[in-house]
T-cell receptor
Framework: GAVVSQHPSWVICKSGTSVKIECRSL??????MFWYRQFPKQSLMLMAT?????????EQGVEKDKFLINHASLTLSTLTVTSAHPEDSSFYIC????????????????FGSGTQLSVL | ELKVEQNPLFLSMQEGKNYTIYCNYS?????LYWYRQDPGKSLESLFV?????AVKQEGRLMASLDTKARLSTLHITAAVHDLSATYFC???????????FGTGTRLQVFP
């Protein structure tokens, strides 16, 4: 299947610093990318939807000034957690939506490997 | 507001037994996904169900979708330890690949 690379997979930072997470579709062009957050033993919560070249759409309750999303190309979206605090510690996962199913099997939504963020 | 509920939240079952996980959702949708998640890992795609009555099977897992009842099931046949994981269903309400996830079912299979 298609590959979505997410980097870094694990990051520890001090409170007040900013962290950037990258999500790349390696072998297809992603018309849309999504960012999710998952707290321990909980489900995934959608944070925002990003389309290449336009502003991200944030879900209710997600601070757009804190979670900056840039979708500069059809293969790359970045999430920057600005002035991170311990409560931002979470597992962040991106997904990428292909215009057409790369494998021809109706599957056109692919998830990255996730980033575990720990803020001290 | 779309709600996606899974039942049960936690399932401990013996190897060799069968069981079904249920996924109910509150708004019309004809696109439903099932994923598996191992601890500390991202999601592994299991099934994509795109129409009413869709049934898909892979190994010991079988998924079905009833869009009229707004219900999907994930049936486990003759469970083995390797199936221990958390299983999520997710609904695409607007056919835009924007998914709303269920609460998750943590499955533990013991000898």
């Amino acid at each position: 299947g298609a590959v979505v690379s997410q980097h870094p997979s694990w990051v520890i930072c001090k409170s007040g610093t900013s962290v950037k997470i990258e999500c790349r579709s390696l072998d297809f062009q992603a018309t849309t990318m999504f960012w999710y957050r998952q707290f321990p033993k909980q489900s995934l919560m959608l944070m925002a939807t990003s389309n290449e070249g336009s502003k991200a759409t944030y879900e209710q309750g997600v601070e757009k000034d804190k979670f900056l999303i840039n979708h500069a190309s059809l293969t790359l979206s970045t999430l920057t957690v600005t002035s991170a605090h311990p409560e931002d510690s979470s597992f962040y996962i991106c997904s990428a939506s292909a215009a057409l199913a790369p494998g021809g099997n109706n599957e056109k939504l692919f998830f990255g490997s996730g980033t575990q963020l720990s803020v001290l | 507001e779309l709600k996606v509920e899974q039942n049960p939240l936690f399932l401990s079952m013996q190897e060799g037994k069968n069981y079904t996980i249920y996924c109910n959702y509150s708004t019309t949708s004809d696109r439903l996904y099932w994923y598996r998640q191992d601890p500390g890992k991202s999601l592994e795609s299991l099934f994509v169900l795109l129409s009413n009555g869709a049934v898909k099977q892979e190994g010991r897992l079988m998924a079905s979708l009833d869009t009229k009842a707004r219900l999907s099931t994930l049936h486990i046949t003759a469970a083995v330890h390797d199936l221990s994981a958390t299983y999520f269903c997710a609904v695409d309400m607007t056919s835009t690949d924007k998914l709303i996830f269920g609460t998750g079912t943590r499955l533990q299979v013991f000898p």
